[in-house]
């Protein structure tokens, strides 16, 4: 098991990851890493482990926190055993405590893209930062002389569970990045969800706005200027 010290610029590969103190590495958290190396292996990717020294307790509040149930090599030694690959200790000082919710996600988790890679997040709601969202799709392109070389792209909210968009992701690998190939994936979304209707929304709904949200992405990637988000009073 490799174990770092802080966090690096970028990540080398992708991972699956969990994030905890994991103090005692107690029944709870082994079960949890357990899972995360289940779901590291399906997808052929490291079992990572994010936690924090010291405990954030004891940064806010030394004297009043519990005593430890294990230390760090302790803990570490546990993680092994368990099977993790790779564990970064991130230290817990003010500027991490500073961090507001959205800043650790955008600032730790969410590595920065490389030239010519594409990462967007979108997401339909009534309210946008305080509601479930109706719709919310994450995407990943790597377009190369206008050509895309990878796509992953999934949605939530329009079925059960969050999934992949496999049929849009095959209409659009190795082809142009174009309104034509934007239409064929938008149509290849249709294979991929059947949309639900609940008290956020309706199914028709859904199915508009998945193939909106792509036709979005590829306004603002596929290089021209155009605004898609437009804020104005309502009157």
């Not at 919710?101 to 730790?108: C, K, L, M, Q, S």
Request: with cysteine; proline share 6%; glycine share 6%.
């Amino acid at each position: 098991m490799l174990v770092f010290r802080g966090l690096p610029d970028r990540a080398e590969v992708s991972s699956v990851l969990t994030i905890g103190n994991f103090d005692g590495v107690h029944r709870g958290h082994q079960a949890l890493l357990r899972l995360l190396v289940r779901e590291a292996r399906e997808r052929a990717m490291p079992a990572t482990v994010l936690t924090f020294e010291p405990h954030p307790r004891e940064f806010f509040a030394p004297e009043s926190a519990p005593p430890r149930l294990s230390r760090l090599r302790e803990k570490l030694e546990l993680m092994a055993e368990a099977g993790v690959d790779r564990v970064y200790v991130l230290r817990f000082n003010e500027e991490l405590a500073s961090l507001e919710a959205e800043e650790f996600v955008e600032r730790i988790l969410v590595p920065r893209a490389r030239p010519n890679e594409y990462v967007r997040s979108y997401k339909i709601s009534k309210r946008f930062d305080q509601d479930i969202s109706a719709v919310c799709g994450g995407y990943r392109l790597v377009v190369e002389k206008g050509e895309v070389r990878e796509a992953h792209i999934a949605y939530g909210g329009v079925a059960a569970i969050p999934k992949r968009a496999a049929n849009c992701e095959r209409a659009l690998a190795g082809k142009p990045w174009n309104e034509e190939t934007v239409r064929a994936a938008t149509a290849a979304l249709d294979r991929d969800y059947a949309p639900l209707t609940d008290m956020r929304a309706s199914a028709a709904y859904r199915r508009v706005v998945t193939r909106n949200l792509l036709r979005r992405l590829f306004l603002e990637t596929g290089g021209r200027s155009v605004a898609t988000r437009v804020l104005e009073p309502v009157r």
